[in-house]
């Protein structure tokens, strides 16, 4: 079992969203080199923008703080999904791989969600 340093490399949904992130820095690499500073820089800075906020987030003492960066890296997962919804109309992202995104942006999305009912649940956190 691996050690960890810090406290949010055990949350799941870090470790997933972090999945993420590799899945569209794979995906990314054959889009247009028209879209180096678009889309696929819009993409990839969401993308890292998930797993940045729930670490962040978890170093925060209140129960007001953790759910905002919660919150905020829900954000960047949703707009990371509009993202790919776009490159997969623009044939940038084959089905498949807009597939792959769907499966993984669903399981931490659903994670998240539970991560806000706990914290939400906690008279401190």
């Given at each position: 079992?691996r ?40 993409m ?22 953790k ?17 790919c919804?776009?490159a ?38």
């Open positions: 079992m050690e960890y340093e810090f406290s949010f490399e055990k949350l799941i949904a870090w470790q997933k969203s972090k999945d993420i992130v590799l899945l569209i820095y794979e995906v990314t690499d054959d889009f247009p080199n028209n879209e180096k500073y678009s889309l696929i820089s819009q990839r800075r969401s993308a890292i923008s998930i797993p940045s906020n729930l670490a962040e987030g978890s170093s925060r003492k209140s129960k007001k703080d759910l905002r960066y919660l919150q905020l890296s829900y954000g960047s997962l949703m707009e990371l999904y509009n993202h919804l776009i997969a109309d623009l044939h940038y992202l084959s089905q498949i791989d807009l597939e792959r995104v769907r499966s993984l942006v669903h399981e931490v999305a659903n994670i998240m969600n539970g991560l806000r009912k706990s914290y939400s649940n906690k008279e401190t956190v």
